[in-house]
């Protein structure tokens, strides 16, 4: 293939460039000039506390804290929530597991509503798989964002509810 041969290029961010058709001789020489600026910076080396390595966190993580800020075990602690710290029961936990197992033991229909962003979609997953391998019959609904948006929709419902779902979560 010679340097002249035409090629669309598309997406470029020069606007000089977009949409242009180009040559691959065009391309390399833009290419270049990127490349010409282009200058990778390497951290400096780093001496970490010996209060550090009883943490048995790997160097690289060190290295990271201490660059962020993180050079006192009171601050790594703060930074680290023990279990204990972190650990908050929902209110009515015990509850509501109580219903999930119930209609599990029943073989119930369960639905989880989930949401379309990517947190959403994850522990919508994340519920549908625990919940079937506990055995669980479980389907599960994300909403359409451009028609639904957010919450829970009466149109979006009666067609899950009339499949036989009776708990939604």
């Known amino acids: 293939m010679s340097l002249r041969a035409p090629f669309l290029l598309l997406g470029q961010s020069n606007p000089r460039l977009y949409g242009r058709l180009l040559t ?16 990778w910076l390497d951290p400096q080396p780093i001496n970490v506390p010996a209060s550090f390595s009883t943490l048995g966190l790997p160097a690289l993580i060190e290295q990271i804290l201490l660059r962020r800020g993180i050079n006192s075990p009171e601050l790594l602690e703060a930074f680290f929530p023990s279990e204990k710290d972190i650990f908050v029961e929902f209110p009515d936990i015990k509850k509501s597991v109580a219903v999930i197992l119930l209609a599990i033991r029943n073989n119930e229909k369960i639905c989880v509503w989930g949401d ?3 947190d ?25 964002r451009g028609k639904e948006s957010h919450g829970v929709h009466i149109d979006s419902l009666k067609p899950i509810i009339d499949s036989g779902v009776t708990l939604i979560i």
């Open 120 to 144: 959403g979609q994850t522990s919508t997953a994340l519920l549908v798989q625990t919940l079937r391998a506990l055995g669980a019959n479980v389907v599960y609904y994300i909403p359409i």
């Open 24 to 39: 691959l001789h065009d391309i390399k020489c833009q290419n270049d000039r990127i490349q010409d600026m282009t200058l």
């Open 116 to 118: 379309f962003d990517v």
